[in-house]
Each structure stands twice: as C-alpha cells, then as structure tokens.
Nanobody, 115 residues
C-alpha cells in the first residue's frame, strides 16, 4: 500500500519559517521524483518545488531563494524548508511521488502565514 504522509504545517507569522516533511512508504523511494504542490481553495494546484531521483531541483519563481527541497533516501522522506514566509504562501501543501506512469499524492498539510 502506497502512503505519503505530510507533516510540519501550521500557523506562522510573516517572515517566519516552517519545514514540511513527507514520509513515503510502499514504493521504491529512490526511483521516484518528488514534488511539492500547493493549493488555495478555488485555485488550481500549483507546483512549488521538485527534486528528481538523482537530486536535481526545480522551483516556482515565487519561492526561489526562500524555499529549499531536499530528500533523504535512507529515511524515504522529502522535505520542504520554507523561509521568509509570506501571507501569499498560505495554502494546503501536498507532496507527490512520480515514476514513469505512476504517481501518488499525500493528503496535504495546511500552512497559514498570518500575523
């Protein structure tokens, strides 16, 4: 059974930091590209950051220089370090595992940036 479980979301003040984690089980983690998305109600889900199985990273322009994606293949976990958070970063954050035609989603974790 494939499971992706996000954690680390919460309420943070503007300028603050959070680190999201996505623990993965049921797949060969090291073969999969991992992606963080976010979604605001009424909007489409948007790509935030991605890391390939070989460690190449890619970021949305809106988070470049503030967010860092990383992975620990020994722990089957992908992380999203979010610094200098802004109110517009408020969303539900999802992780996704992808390999060839297969993909799986986590259930999401809420991030709220507000004073």
């Amino acid at each position: 059974q494939v499971q992706l479980v996000e954690s680390g979301g919460g309420l943070v003040q503007p300028g603050g930091s959070l680190r999201l984690s996505c623990a993965v089980s049921g797949i060969i983690f090291g073969l999969h590209d991992m992606v963080w998305y976010r979604q605001v109600p009424g909007n489409q889900r948007e790509l935030v950051a991605a890391i390939t199985n070989t460690g190449t990273t890619n970021y949305a322009d809106s988070v470049k220089g503030r967010f860092t994606i990383s992975r620990d293949n020994a722990k089957n976990t992908v992380y999203l370090q979010m610094n200098s958070l802004k109110p517009e970063d408020t969303a539900v954050y999802y992780c996704k595992a992808a390999h060839r035609d297969f993909f799986a989603w986590g259930q999401g974790t809420q991030v709220t940036v507000s004073s």
